[in-house]
């Protein structure tokens, strides 16, 4: 299983990213996806996940700015970050659970005030 994490960027606070997890070897339309971030020096944090029929869940901090979703035709999750604050600055994490947790490479987001 390999997850393919990109889409991070430096950012003015208030602007918008996109980032893209990339799944093989394992079939997104059955398995818990999510994204997790971990900023210096903090422990890593959950940020949002969908499920397999497509249920979504995020951390309260994050609602009504980002959006998880998925393309099953693509086998790839996305997160959708919209005005950004400096506090989102962390390295984003994709994450799969399919019988077993599996992690993806981080991506860096840095959001500048």
């Known amino acids: 299983v390999q997850l393919q994490a990109s889409g991070g960027g430096l950012v003015h606070a208030g602007g918008s990213l996109r980032l893209s997890c990339a799944a093989s070897?394992?079939?997104?339309?059955?398995?818990?996806m999510g994204w997790y971030r971990q900023a210096p020096d903090e422990p890593r944090e959950f940020v949002a996940q969908i499920n397999a029929r497509g249920g979504t869940d995020y951390l309260d901090s994050v609602k009504g700015r980002f959006t998880i979703s998925k393309d099953n035709g693509k086998n790839t999750v996305y997160l959708q970050m919209n005005n950004l604050k400096p506090g989102d600055t962390a390295v984003y994490y994709c994450?799969?659970?399919?019988?077993?947790?599996?992690w993806g490479q981080g991506t860096q987001v840095t959001v500048s005030s």
């Open positions: 070897g394992l079939d997104v339309s059955i398995a818990i």
């Open positions: 994450k799969a659970d399919l019988y077993a947790p599996w």
